[in-house]
């Protein structure tokens, strides 16, 4: 799955997407544009300033409710 898709998917796209837009996105330690695939397992990270959020995909849907969400991700 794409990374912007699961961004979105997963509920922490609110400013994810320009975050990718502004390479402030790894993937498994490395750069990543919002096409990079993610699987289960990948280690997602994001820089918002200062402050970085580091998750894990535990798992991939193609949609999902909100409530559901949290559940396709671990924060590290």
């Keep these: 799955m794409r990374l912007d898709k699961f961004l979105k ?4 796209r609110t400013v994810a997407n320009e975050a990718c837009d ?3 996105v790894t993937v498994n330690g490395s750069a ?3 096409s ?3 699987k289960p ?4 990270e994001i820089q918002f ?9 535990l798992e991939i849907k193609e949609t999902t409710k ?3 969400a949290a559940g396709l991700f671990k924060y590290l």
């Design 9 to 12: 998917v997963s509920r922490l």
């Design 22 to 24: 502004a390479g402030r």
């Design 32 to 34: 990543a544009k919002a």
């Design 36 to 38: 990079v695939k993610v």
């Design 41 to 44: 397992g990948d280690i997602i």
């Design 49 to 57: 300033g200062t402050k970085s959020v580091k998750v894990e995909v």
């Design 66 to 68: 909100k409530e559901e």
